[in-house]
Nanobody
């Protein structure tokens, strides 16, 4: 079983930056994609970014491309989401999740992820 714990969410002004962390325990990150999703009240969970283990590729939602950057340090069992030039519409609860890359499925579909953190709140003010 894998446990994930997000941290780093806070109140930040529009245009500012912050970095979320996702600490993983219980299992190695090898062969797992780490995804980042966000959710606001009344809406479905939305794909934000993914960092693959195989090849190290990163993928981003169009709304955050060139502003957000996903990274991972498997030796430290930690993944990161660096958020720059944040906007009020980035306000949400952010979740990290893990999916085994040997499974069928895709990095942007939340239902393909097996393990989830509890989320961290990011609030962007004007």
């Amino acid at each position: 079983q894998m446990q994930l714990l997000e941290s780093g969410g806070r109140l930040v002004q529009a245009g500012g930056s912050l970095k979320l962390s996702c600490v993983v325990s219980g299992r190695s990150l090898i062969a797992y994609t780490i995804g980042w999703f966000r959710q606001t009240p009344g809406k479905d969970r939305e794909f934000v970014a993914a960092k693959l283990w195989r090849g190290g590729s990163s993928y981003y939602a169009e709304s955050v491309e060139d502003r957000f950057f996903a990274s991972r340090d498997d030796d430290k069992f930690t993944a990161y989401l660096e958020m720059n030039s944040v906007k009020p519409e980035d306000t949400a609860v952010y979740y990290c999740a893990a999916r085994p890359e040997y499974n069928l499925g895709t990095y942007y579909r939340s239902s393909d992820y097996l393990y989830w953190g509890r989320g961290t709140q990011v609030t962007v003010s004007l």
